[in-house]
Structure formats: structure tokens, C-alpha cells
Antibody, heavy 124, light 107 residues
Framework: QVQLQQWGAGLVQPSETLSLTCAVYGGSFSGYYWTWIRQPPGKGLEWMGE???????SYSSSLKSRLTLSVDRSQNHVSVSLTSVTAADTAIYFCARESAYCAGGGCSTHLDFWGQGALVTVSS | DILMTQSPSSLSASVGDRVTITCRAS??????LNWYQQKPGKAPNLLIYGESTLHTGVPSRFSGSGSGTEFTLTISNLQPEDFATYYC?????????FGQGTKVELK
């Protein structure tokens, strides 16, 4: 069974860099995209970005200037780094596996396995 | 970027009710539409992908329909464990935007 385990600093100072890592256990790391999603307390889900095992990434337009995703294929890890954080970046951060589904001549993707989530608070 | 709009933002229902949630895309996403269920303090769980395909283990009382820009999640015979927040997500192109969520509460 695929499991995603996340860790990282739970408290980050304003203007500093938020960093989280997501480890993938029990399944293949290659052949998938790995997605980061965040959720401010009491609010909805925000797609942040995705990256595959080769390092090809796409980013949210609103976060692109501050966001970097990376992969470590040797350890089956995916990491997120968000610079110059403010209180607005306080959220639960999730990593998720993106699986592809093809039917009727077309393909789409969905997030079928999720990490447990990590609350990151931006505060001095 | 594609914008996803969900309605209603919340609804009250009773056990046994039929519940319908709508999701609209700002442009055609064909059938690249997923639905997730989230309970408090937990990560979302995939319910339906590709507009209408039930994820493994999801009860058949959940169903999805639609194409293009308008989609529907239906829960027939609402059960106590179904009280949660539901999100749609488009996967037609990056960024894979989510709808704002619909909270299903007990009447």
C-alpha cells in the first residue's frame, strides 16, 4: 500500500523560507507526478504545483515566483520550498500522488494517495 | 488558468436524503473532473475521477456526471459518514484548480 509521510518545520518566521519533505513508501516513485496542495485553516484547498521523478514541474501562477519543488529519486522524496513567507502562507500542506487515467482516447489525472498533512504557521 | 466554481457552499440534509453538488469550469475540461471528500482534521479522499469513475472502495451511492463545463456529484441515500466537505478539481491542465468546497451538514 502506498504511503506518503510528510515532515518539516511547523513554525516559520515571516520573510523566511518554508520547507517540507514528503517520502513515498510502498509503491513506485517513477512514472508519477507528485503534487503539493495547501489549505489555510478553515478554508478550501489550493493547488500549489506538481513535479515528476525527472524533475519536470508546473507551478501555480500565484506562487510561481516563490515556489520550488524538487525530487530526490535516490530516497523517493519530494520537497517543497516557499520563500518570503507571510501570515497568509499559514496552512496545512499536503503532498499527493497524481495518477493517470486514460479512456475514450483521452487521459486525465487524479490525486489518489495523500500525505497526512503538515501544519505550518508563519509567525514571529 | 481554469477557474472552478462549486455550489452550494453548504447544505443541510438528513440521513437517507439525495444530495446534489454542482461544479462549473470556466472553460471546457472535457471529463477531467475529480471529486474528493474531506473530514475535519484529515486529508481529502478521492471519491470519483474522470467525471464518473468511482475510486476503489467508494460506495455506489456516490455518482458523478457531466462534461465540458458543468458537473454534478450526487449522493443518494445519505449516510451518517457522508457528512463532510466535498471538493471538485479539474485535471485538464495545470494548475489543477479546486472548487471552493461544499459542506454537507446534518439538518
Amino acid at each position: 500500500q502506498v504511503q506518503l509521510q510528510q515532515w518539516g518545520a511547523g513554525l516559520v518566521q515571516p520573510s523566511e523560507t518554508l520547507s517540507l519533505t514528503c517520502a513515498v513508501y510502498g509503491g513506485s516513485f517513477s512514472g508519477y507526478y507528485w503534487t503539493w496542495i495547501r489549505q489555510p485553516p478553515g478554508k478550501g484547498l489550493e493547488w500549489m504545483g506538481e513535479i515528476n521523478d525527472s524533475g519536470s514541474a508546473s507551478y501555480s501562477s500565484s506562487l510561481k515566483s516563490r515556489l520550488t519543488l524538487s525530487v530526490d529519486r535516490s530516497q523517493n522524496h519530494v520537497s517543497v520550498s516557499l520563500t518570503s513567507v507571510t501570515a497568509a502562507d499559514t496552512a496545512i500542506y499536503f503532498c499527493a500522488r497524481e495518477s493517470a487515467y486514460c479512456a475514450g482516447g483521452g487521459c486525465s489525472t487524479h490525486l489518489d494517495f495523500w500525505g497526512q498533512g503538515a501544519l505550518v504557521t508563519v509567525s514571529s | 488558468d481554469i477557474l472552478m466554481t462549486q455550489s452550494p457552499s453548504s447544505l443541510s440534509a438528513s440521513v437517507g436524503d439525495r444530495v446534489t453538488i454542482t461544479c462549473r469550469a470556466s472553460q471546457s475540461i472535457r471529463t477531467s473532473l475529480n471529486w474528493y471528500q474531506q473530514k475535519p482534521g484529515k486529508a481529502p479522499n478521492l471519491l470519483i475521477y474522470g467525471e464518473s469513475t468511482l475510486h476503489t472502495g467508494v460506495p455506489s451511492r456516490f455518482s458523478g456526471s457531466g462534461s465540458g463545463t458543468e458537473f454534478t456529484l450526487t449522493i443518494s441515500n445519505l449516510q451518517p459518514e457522508d457528512f463532510a466537505t466535498y471538493y471538485c478539481q479539474q485535471s485538464f491542465e495545470a494548475p489543477g484548480a479546486f472548487g471552493q468546497g461544499t459542506k454537507v451538514e446534518l439538518k
